[in-house]
């Protein structure tokens, strides 16, 4: 199993992830199926999700647009080398313990709520950098929530259960725009090596190239995606929260050995100081709700994945 989970050439299947269509009048349907993707998986596509198309093109363009700059001005906006946090323009290159090296530039800095949103990280070229990130942080809210709805109800609790065990309205959005350059020796480098999600869950868009991998059926698969469709990856602390009832979805990106790639993820996940742990509606007595998980202040949670200590 390990070296099919390193494997690092470029796999010649392609598969489908799941596609939920969001316009689908019948709403239990639609809440069936982002259930049964998200204990599978734990990752799917949604179409016709109700962002305006118009919004996600700008969005791209304008995250384009930024990379394209001088450095100087990129600069402007880069993560402060004192910085503990992480929002700010990053160049990345690195190795991880087995060797294997990544490379992605990128943007990262939160959108959401307005009160911890520090518009120094955010580009002032292109002019509508700022109008267009505050639409889509309002958009991919609502959306959020809807698909949280779901879950919550899936585990037989109420519509807020999920949103209110990540903080409620002090949940905190996150973008990061990914700038993968091309690559010509993919057996080298990783955009992004093989992880699952620290955060809630994660709204992804990205570019005309491909380059997300998810692994399926013991295998990695190319990420086969609708352009304007919105990729969604369950992430740790739903997992956690669900008693393990919803599966992180275990992912990577790869590059291009020709041309750029861009990516833009959006991380829902809690403020720092929220304890997530199993909900405790879902802990009934018997065996099987045995809790799975200890819940942990997600700032430790965090720096415990993030430095790859014991968490369970
Ligand atoms: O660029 C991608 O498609 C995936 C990025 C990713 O997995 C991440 O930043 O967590
Ligand atoms: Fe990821």
Redesign the pocket.
């Known amino acids: 199993m390990e070296i099919e989970r390193n494997q690092h050439i470029s796999p010649k299947e392609k598969s489908h992830i799941p596609l939920v269509d969001l316009s689908n009048p019948d709403e239990n349907l639609v809440a069936r199926a982002v259930v049964k993707a998200s204990e599978e998986l734990g990752i799917f596509q949604v179409v016709n999700h109700g962002i305006p198309l118009e919004l996600i093109r700008r969005l791209k363009e304008v995250g384009t647009e930024f990379f394209e700059l001088p450095d100087a001005e990129k600069e402007a906006v880069a993560k402060p080398a004192e910085s503990t946090d992480i929002e700010g323009y990053v160049t990345d290159y690195k190795k991880d313990g087995q060797g294997r090296k990544t490379w992605a530039d990128h943007l990262f800095h939160r959108i959401w709520p307005p009160s911890r949103v520090s518009y120094r990280f955010w580009p002032k070229n292109s002019p509508d950098y700022r109008e267009v990130n505050e639409e889509y942080a309002k958009e991919i809210k609502k959306l959020s929530e809807k698909i949280m709805g779901w879950l919550s109800e899936g585990l037989g609790l109420h519509r807020d259960a999920l949103k209110e065990g990540l903080g409620g309205e002090t949940m905190e959005y996150l973008m ?1 725009v ?1 700038f993968y350059p091309p690559c010509p020796k993919l057996d080298l480098l990783f ?2 090596p093989p ?1 699952t ?1 620290v955060n809630g869950a ?1 709204f ?1 868009i ?1 570019d005309k190239v491909h ?2 991998q998810a692994f399926m059926d013991h295998k990695w698969i190319d990420v086969e995606y609708d352009d304007l469709g919105i990729i969604v990856i369950i992430a740790n602390q739903i997992t956690r929260m669900s008693n393990g009832r919803y599966n992180s979805g275990e ?1 990577r ?1 790869t590059m291009d050995t020709m041309r750029t790639r861009i ?1 833009w ?1 959006v991380f829902a996940e809690p403020n720092p100081d929220q304890v997530v742990g199993p909900l405790p509606e879902l802990l009934t007595g018997d065996d099987d709700n045995a809790p799975k998980f200890k819940p942990y202040v997600y700032r430790e949670y965090k720096f415990l994945k993030m430095n790859k200590l014991p968490i369970d």
Do not use: N
Request: no cysteine; aromatic share 0%; glycine share 14%.
């Open positions: 990061k990914i955009g992004a992880h999600d994660t992804l990205a380059g997300l992912h990106a990516s993820p």
